[in-house]
């Protein structure tokens, strides 16, 4: 995405620096700054405290991860570098559950590094994160063209009229390293001239739909509205949502997603006024292992401190945290919830679509049939 003129991955390393460098995500949209990594433990507190997130970005930045670990243990025996590889890809792991991706990366920088140690290894984990972040915009890219067929389709129904699709969270450009899933096929379809206006939901707790979604699009020009969280039903059943495109954090192989709390109840919305409801996502996030989302999907927990608090801006420009209920008041705070794959019209995936069902999915990727 451009910003300032210039074009940003989420996540690179910089070439003047060599050090790993992220946007930021902590400070906007009140603040654009970057954030050098120097450690796998500055890596691992990037990810768990949500400087990066999203499904695709928590995979690039892992990938990232192993690298920095590399460069830090290059100077060890083979047996000591293996140990401290062990040791970061343990953290890295241990930094947020439920997004596949993330298991997904570190397998993959494992099976890149198979065993080497020293310079070798540093350069193998370079390129393999190198080639994990370079895929994961790629199919973004690749998500955003299949998308726009549904999209166009939809803005010929309506005779030109604007698209009005709904959206939950982030899954855009901040959520991946370029492009995003969810956002793809919106910015490609205001990218052909189709008229398309997104209902954001703030996304509380941490209003990811309210700070990035709704300064995402601001940024790429394409007209947006935010809306509180519970507005979704009211707006479907006044014929006010063409269609839902959400991201996804891990589905299984017959379909069913989890994504941010409150996925589920948009979802049911949708279902009961034929909104069709789409989840978009690269295959990194499918989690071939796992039938049933609901029973086996793992599902993160946050500090409650989340949902008793808000981040904000004050008036004279300070960022500032405060507390919105009463002071001893207990809260709990599951950060995602699975929507069953019944209730997902389709999935849109770097491969093209597919019914969320088990057939539908290995019609797009036969290798997982066993
Ligand atoms: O907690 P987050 O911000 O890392 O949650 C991830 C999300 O942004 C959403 O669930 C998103 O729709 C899927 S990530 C591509």
Request: glycine letters at 10%; proline letters at 5%.
């Amino acid at each position: 995405m451009n910003v300032n003129g210039r074009h940003y991955r989420t996540i690179w390393i910089e070439p003047s620096t060599e050090v790993l460098t992220i946007v930021d995500q902590a400070v906007l949209p009140h603040r654009f700054q970057t954030r050098e990594l120097f450690s796998v433990e500055d890596v691992a507190r990037a990810i768990r405290d949500m400087h990066v997130r999203g499904a695709g970005l928590i995979g690039a930045t892992a990938a990232y991860g192993m690298w920095v670990a590399a460069r830090a243990a290059a100077r060890a025996d083979p047996g000591g570098f293996r140990a401290q590889m062990r040791a970061a890809a343990d953290t890295l792991r241990a930094t947020r559950p439920t997004a596949s991706n993330l298991a997904w990366a570190l397998e993959r920088m494992e099976r890149a590094l198979n065993g080497q140690s020293g310079p070798g290894a540093v350069a193998a984990a370079r390129r393999e994160a190198e080639a994990i972040a370079d895929e994961d915009a790629e199919f973004c890219r690749r998500i955003g063209r299949h998308g726009l067929g549904l999209i166009e389709a939809l803005a010929r129904d309506r005779g030109g009229r604007p698209v009005h699709i709904l959206t939950h969270c982030n899954a855009g450009w901040l959520a991946f390293v370029d492009y995003g899933s969810a956002l793809a096929p919106v910015y490609a379809a205001h990218d052909a001239g189709i008229a398309v206006h997104v209902w954001v939901d703030e996304t509380r707790p941490r209003n990811q739909g309210a700070a990035l979604t709704a300064w995402e699009l601001g940024r790429h020009g394409v007209p947006h509205d935010l809306v509180a969280d519970n507005a979704g039903g009211h707006l479907m059943q006044h014929g006010m949502v063409d269609m839902v495109i959400t991201g996804a954090d891990r589905v299984t192989r017959r379909g069913d997603a989890a994504n941010k709390i409150g996925t589920y109840l948009k979802a049911l919305a949708a279902r009961d006024n034929q909104v069709p409801f789409y989840v978009a996502l690269p295959s990194s996030t499918l989690d071939f292992s796992l039938r049933d989302g609901v029973a086996e999907i793992p599902i993160e927990e946050r500090d409650p401190a989340e949902v008793r608090m808000v981040d904000g801006e004050t008036g004279d420009g300070r960022l500032e945290r405060v507390r919105i209920c009463p002071d001893s008041t207990p809260a709990r705070n599951w950060a995602f919830d699975v929507t069953p794959g019944r209730l997902i019209t389709g999935l849109i995936t770097e491969r093209g679509l597919c019914p969320a069902t088990e057939e539908g999915v290995l019609s797009l990727y036969p290798e997982a049939r066993v």
